[in-house]
């Protein structure tokens, strides 16, 4: 495509980008669509020993069965400071919410995705809302968690 050999070509006599003199532009590449971005909020709560709360997303759809701290729905119309987008498993809780230092934007096949980091720390070992387990950072490596999930846990640990 970038050094067609008319001179050797069968066609060259019936090729009408040979005759307009564009044959080494041929063939272009289809412009790339837009990728639309949806935002959403990332929840990640730590406990006494430094565990952090974690859940499984439904076994079917984008990122199935793996890992994550829990986060509200994505949209292109997502508010990312609306704190009655917390989980509903996780009201009443956590006390108390703070935005973390830094978002966390990813980009998949057909989006790019902005995600909100709050975070909040509950003191002692209380037991995990129905449907979340705690995991220690130790075993954080060995979690189910997609690299979204692992940027989100990063900007949320960060102090």
Do not use: Y
């Not at 984008?62 to 400071?81: I, K, Y």
């Not at 509903?88 to 230092?101: K, M, Q």
């Not at 809302?129 to 490596?141: F, R």
Request: proline share 10%; aromatic share 6%; net charge positive.
């Amino acid at each position: 495509p970038k050094r067609p050999a008319c001179a050797l070509c069968p066609w060259v006599e019936a090729c009408a980008a040979h005759r307009a003199g564009i044959a080494e532009t041929l063939p272009k590449k289809a412009p790339k669509q837009a990728k639309p971005t949806r935002k959403g909020m990332a929840f990640v709560v730590t406990r006494g020993d430094g565990a952090v709360l974690l859940r499984r997303r439904p076994p079917k759809g984008l990122l199935g069965g793996m890992s994550e701290p829990p986060v509200s729905a994505w949209s292109e119309t997502a508010a990312q400071d609306d704190l009655t987008q917390v989980p509903d498993t996780l009201a009443g809780f956590v006390p108390r919410w703070r935005r973390a230092a830094g978002d966390v934007r990813h980009t998949f096949t057909h989006f790019h995705l902005e995600l909100a980091v709050w975070r909040a720390e509950i003191g002692g070992m209380p037991q995990a809302p129905d449907g979340h387990w705690w995991s220690k950072p130790e075993a954080l490596d060995g979690e189910a968690l997609p690299t979204v999930m692992r940027k989100v846990l990063a900007a949320g640990l960060r102090d």
